[in-house]
Nanobody, 119 residues
Framework: QVQLVESGGGLVQAGGSLTLSCAASGSIFRLHVMGWYRQAPGKQRELVAYITNDGSTNYAEAVQGRFTISMSKDNAKKMVYLQMNSLKVEDTAVYYC???????????WGQGAQVTVSS
């Protein structure tokens, strides 16, 4: 079991920046993937970005070039970050942190952090 706690959400004007943080604790395997997902009202949860334990990253097309995911390497103090720049109104959503250990299909989820971008 893995526990994930997000922080850093809030209200920002369009064009601004925010950084989300996620602290992970518990049983983290050597091989794992951490990601950020988001869910806007009335929409399905979607992948924003993920990063593997060896540092490989992948981004949704909608955030490519504006968001950056990073992760600490120390499993004892595992953190994953999402730096969000040039925010748009359509980035408004609840952002969820996720960790998938090797062999896990869904992984574990954080409680979510609200990000609201105003025009």
């Amino acid at each position: 079991q893995v526990q994930l706690v997000e922080s850093g959400g809030g209200l920002v004007q369009a064009g601004g920046s925010l950084t989300l943080s996620c602290a992970a604790s518990g049983s983290i395997f050597r091989l794992h993937v951490m990601g950020w997902y988001r869910q806007a009202p009335g929409k399905q949860r979607e992948l924003v970005a993920y990063i593997t334990n060896d540092g490989s990253t992948n981004y949704a097309e909608a955030v490519q070039g504006r968001f950056t995911i990073s992760m600490s390497k120390d499993n004892a103090k595992k953190m994953v970050y999402l730096q969000m720049n040039s925010l748009k109104v359509e980035d408004t959503a609840v952002y969820y942190c996720n960790l998938k250990n090797e062999g896990s299909s869904n992984g574990d989820w954080g409680q979510g952090a609200q990000v609201t971008v105003s025009s």
